[in-house]
């Protein structure tokens, strides 16, 4: 009976098994909320940490976390005393634990918040460029490389400003990065808080990137003859009377997830974006639970490497 289970966990751990992994992100809006009158803010913090390991991720791609808030610490009771990517990274009673990595992007004379991920994984390196367009709004990019198994994978923490003129400045500082720093078919998972509710990214971001939005992938709506057909479009060089026959055709929209405001979500913010992964899962995280902890909902995506 030993031996079959020395087997049995052999062949789980051997090197050609994928690695499976579940992915989140999730705007947290700095652990505080108004309540349900707007009246007065309150502390969600604590709550909001039990959910994050209840949701037993992998990679969590966080934004709006408070590295410091000496008004909140003072203000709410049982404010955490350390910086809230550390925090959320444990959970009393629980063996294990996230190794946290964060990104300074607004700094203020009581303190500073910015992007941050939290990972099952090592996290061999981290990055934060400032991709701010004016003061009013700062704004960065978060990598970090982690390594899974023999893979090193190159997650990217986005928090885009309200301004479409910026989200597109924004987003092409992100593309021309990755195309010229990493290597072309180096695994990707880029995820966060878009501000896209127009949806006028995802088609350059998957173009410039082949990466593939996991919503438009796992949960997608469209007929087998419309799939087929951008497929042929995206695919096929088409040229001569062959273009004039589909220029007609309106461009491809990637399918993403409504999840602002949390209590009725409508407007399509937040966006799992991946290149070398195979997608098995996405969803949006609705319901009272969610609502009352910040005015996001938080995305999730179950996900294969592929070796």
Not at 17 to 43: E, Q
Not at 95 to 120: D, I, P, T, W
Not at 135 to 144: D, N, V
Not at 198 to 212: A, D, H, I, K, M
């Amino acid at each position: 009976m030993i031996e079959c289970e020395r087997s049995d966990i052999a062949s789980r751990s051997a090197p050609e098994d994928p690695i499976k992994l579940r992915v989140a992100t999730y705007n947290i809006h700095k652990g505080v909320v108004r309540d349900l009158f707007g009246l007065r803010r309150v502390s969600r913090i604590h709550e909001l940490r039990a959910r994050l390991h209840e949701l037993q991720a992998d990679l969590v791609f966080l934004q709006e976390v408070q590295g410091q808030n000496e008004r909140h610490a003072s203000h709410f009771e049982h404010w955490p005393i350390e910086p809230q990517e550390q925090f959320l990274a444990r959970l009393p009673g629980l063996k294990a634990s996230f190794e946290a990595a964060y990104g300074r992007n607004a700094n203020y004379l009581h303190g500073h918040h910015g992007n941050a991920l939290l990972s099952r994984f090592p996290i061999l390196g981290l990055e934060n460029r400032d991709v701010s367009d004016h003061a009013l709004e700062k704004r960065g990019i978060l990598h970090c490389q982690v390594r899974l198994g023999e893979q090193i994978v190159h997650c990217f923490v986005i928090h885009f400003g309200l301004l479409a003129r910026s989200r597109h400045r924004q987003l092409q500082v992100l593309i021309n990065w990755v195309q010229r720093e990493l290597p072309a078919q180096a695994p990707l998972i880029i995820a966060g808080d878009f501000n896209d509710w127009r949806n006028q990214l995802s088609g350059p971001l998957c173009e410039g990137l082949l990466v593939r939005e996991v919503f438009d992938v796992a949960r997608s709506g469209r007929r087998v003859s419309e799939r087929v057909a951008h497929f042929v479009r995206d695919r096929l060089r088409i040229s001569g009377e062959q273009e004039q026959v589909v220029k007609w055709r309106s461009p491809r929209r990637v399918r993403t997830a409504r999840t602002y405001p949390a209590l009725v979500p409508w407007l399509r913010m937040d966006r799992i974006y991946t290149r070398g992964f195979q997608i098995s899962d996405a969803k949006v995280l609705q319901g009272p639970q969610w609502a009352h902890l910040s005015d996001h909902s938080p995305l999730v995506a179950d996900l294969v490497l592929r070796c």
